[in-house]
T-cell receptor, first 115, second 114 residues
Framework: GENVEQHPSTLSVQEGDSAVIKCTYS??????FPWYKQELGKRPQLIID?????GEKKDQRIAVTLNKTAKHFSLHITETQPEDSAVYFC??????????????FGKGTKLSVKP | DSGVTQTPKHLITATGQRVTLRCSPR?????VYWYQQSLDQGLQFLIQ???????AKGNILERFSAQQFPDLHSELNLSSLELGDSALYFC?????????????FGPGTRLTVL
């Protein structure tokens, strides 16, 4: 089945610096890769996603890149702010048999942005 | 607010007991997913329903079961509870549950087993 590895598990940056979180996946048939942000005690919320027909997608200070050949994708946050502090999860959509739509999540990265 | 609702918000119970968690998907969404999030752990996919039918199973224990009703709300039943079942349980919903369909998460039910 699909396996998603996420690194690093914790990341501390100074306000204004960039943060990069990397994920690898195992199922070459996966075509959808969302990123979720989860603040303490809150629900996960989608912040950006990418599909396999594009290599990069940007939304203001957030960007995601995808390398299907290498089976890895990354989240880039520029000009970090204290409110970016949260746990970030990457995910890959299972895409075989009857399992389309199911997401396999990485274990999360706790990002701390220091003022 | 994602439009997905879950009840109860908190649940405290004892080992060996049985509980039921409830989820109402966003209006128009046909697919419901259940996830378990233990302390310092990621989101573990448990089970998916689509329009009343079970579509896929993940790491769901035999002591756990779920169903989706004709009005599309879903219930997750946890029985013979153990201390290790203490976790945050999320449900999510999406329109059709396939092909890059965005999942919207509910606020979660925090289960504490004493």
């Amino acid at each position: 089945g699909e396996n998603v590895e996420q690194h690093p598990s914790t990341l501390s940056v100074q306000e204004g610096d960039s943060a990069v979180i990397k994920c690898t996946y195992s199922d070459s048939a996966s075509n959808y890769f969302p990123w979720y942000k989860q603040e303490l005690g809150k629900r996960p919320q989608l912040i950006i996603d990418i599909r396999s027909n594009v290599g990069e997608k940007k939304d203001q200070r957030i960007a995601v890149t995808l390398n299907k050949t290498a089976k890895h994708f990354s989240l880039h946050i520029t000009e970090t702010q204290p409110e970016d502090s949260a746990v970030y999860f990457c995910a890959a959509e299972m895409n075989y048999g009857g399992s389309q739509g199911n997401l396999i999540f990485g274990k999360g990265t706790k990002l701390s942005v220091k003022p | 607010d994602s439009g997905v609702t879950q009840t109860p918000k908190h649940l405290i119970t004892a080992t060996g007991q049985r509980v039921t968690l409830r989820c109402s998907p966003r209006s128009g969404d046909l697919s419901v997913y259940w996830y378990q999030q233990s302390l310092d752990q990621g989101l573990q996919f448990l089970i998916q329903y689509y329009n009343g039918e079970e579509r896929a199973k993940g790491n769901i224990l035999e002591r756990f079961s779920a169903q989706q009703f004709p009005d599309l709300h879903s219930e997750l039943n946890l029985s013979s509870l153990e201390l290790g079942d203490s976790a945050l349980y999320f449900c999510a919903s999406s329109v059709v549950g396939a092909g890059g369909d965005e999942q919207f998460f509910g606020p979660g039910t925090r289960l504490t087993v004493l």
